[in-house]
């Protein structure tokens, strides 16, 4: 049997093009109808739970040959425009445009929504708390460096949920307008970055000065123009800036991973995939931090994390940072939380979320 010809073949996919173009606006007008209904309800446009689960729908309709992150990535962009049809969805992230803050927001949020860079962890707080911006973007914790006590501090205080969480996985790439590596003398990074890299910096660039920045993205905006220096940062700082990726991957860690959080107002729906954060504190008694997880494991209730954080002013006072599997509305959680009430001085439920790939 004779193949179709090259140009029969892309006539199909012409035709193919026609069909999901026809397909996508009569998705998005569709999308619209749905928003005029989020304003009339008060409903907020931007949905972790539902988007969440139109994501899993989305892959269980996915039968190849497209892998599954390529059908994320498409709908991610699909959902952003439309979510911008319905209402323009503005963002506050910490750190500068093209750092790993902002990268992970984008591929949480897609390229249609707004972003707004802020210097300072609590002025991201400040700015959804005002409702100036309609979310925020934030480290928690990486998995080499351990937690972000900023964000646990604001955590305590804002009356703002976790509504989403992200996990992004941190590789480096050295980045210049070089575009080669063999005159570069001098490499600009932030103080984390440098010695995650150490030991590829050491076997091919030996001899070169190392130099602290503010944040990666901070350390290509300096090396733009200069062609014997050079940053470590993301692609997509490169991307950004307009300059070349000399090398990729030179963390010497490749599982350095970095949880962020979505914060915003209002509570989350339950997805069947969900993780709840809360913060507790116990009497200064012994036993009483075991009784208290005592609530969680007589319902077989997963923990995912837990972590002591110093009450700030009270000298070894501590409060416990926990992360379990489940829903606040779920039944065991829900009864287990009254009883943790009982047996607690101070308890204060974060939010409620989907959880997200690459997490616990």
């Not at 959902?79 to 969805?89: C, M, V, Y």
């Not at 005002?130 to 934030?138: A, E, M, N, R």
């Not at 993780?275 to 997880?293: E, N, Q």
Request: charged residues 25%; positive net charge.
């Amino acid at each position: 049997m004779k193949q179709p010809k090259l140009e029969s073949l892309r006539q199909n996919i012409k035709d193919k093009d026609r069909e999901i173009i026809r397909l996508l606006n009569e998705r998005a007008r569709i999308s619209v109808k749905i928003g005029e209904v989020k304003g009339q309800e008060g409903i907020q446009v931007y949905n972790p739970a539902q988007e969440a689960k139109v994501n899993n729908y989305l892959q269980e309709l996915n039968s190849g040959p497209l892998p599954p992150a390529a059908v994320k990535a498409i709908f991610r962009e699909i959902i952003s425009a439309s979510r911008d049809l319905q209402k323009p969805t503005a963002i506050a992230f910490f750190g500068a445009e093209a750092s790993f803050t902002h990268l992970a927001a984008r591929l949480h949020f897609g390229d249609s929504s707004r972003y707004f860079p802020q210097p300072r962890i609590d002025r991201v707080f400040d700015e959804v708390e005002k409702g100036s911006i309609d979310w925020g973007v934030v480290p928690i914790e990486n998995s080499l460096e351990g937690s972000v006590n900023v964000t646990l501090d604001r955590l305590i205080l804002t009356p703002l949920k976790i509504r989403a969480e992200i996990y992004l996985r941190i590789s480096q790439c050295l980045i210049s307008s070089a575009k080669s590596m063999t005159n570069i003398k001098k490499i600009y990074s932030h103080p984390h970055a440098l010695p995650q890299c150490q030991v590829w910096l050491k076997t091919n660039l030996p001899n070169c000065l190392l130099r602290e920045a503010e944040s990666t993205a901070a350390a290509v905006q300096m090396v733009r123009g200069k062609k014997t220096e050079a940053a470590i940062g993301s692609s997509l700082a490169a991307q950004y800036y307009g300059l070349n990726v000399l090398a990729e991957g030179i963390e010497d860690n490749p599982s350095n991973m970095t949880r962020f959080l979505v914060i915003g107002s209002g509570e989350g729906q339950a997805t069947g995939l969900d993780k709840t954060s809360l913060i507790f504190a116990t009497p200064d008694s012994p036993g009483s931090l075991h009784r208290a997880l005592s609530s969680f494991a007589g319902r077989k209730i997963n923990l995912s994390k837990i972590e002591s954080h110093p009450v700030k002013e009270r000298l070894w006072e501590y409060l416990f940072f926990v992360d379990v599997t489940g829903h606040i509305n779920d039944k065991a959680i829900k009864s287990c939380l009254t009883e943790l009430k009982e047996k607690t001085t101070y308890l204060k439920i974060l939010g409620s979320y989907p959880k997200a790939e690459g997490g616990l």
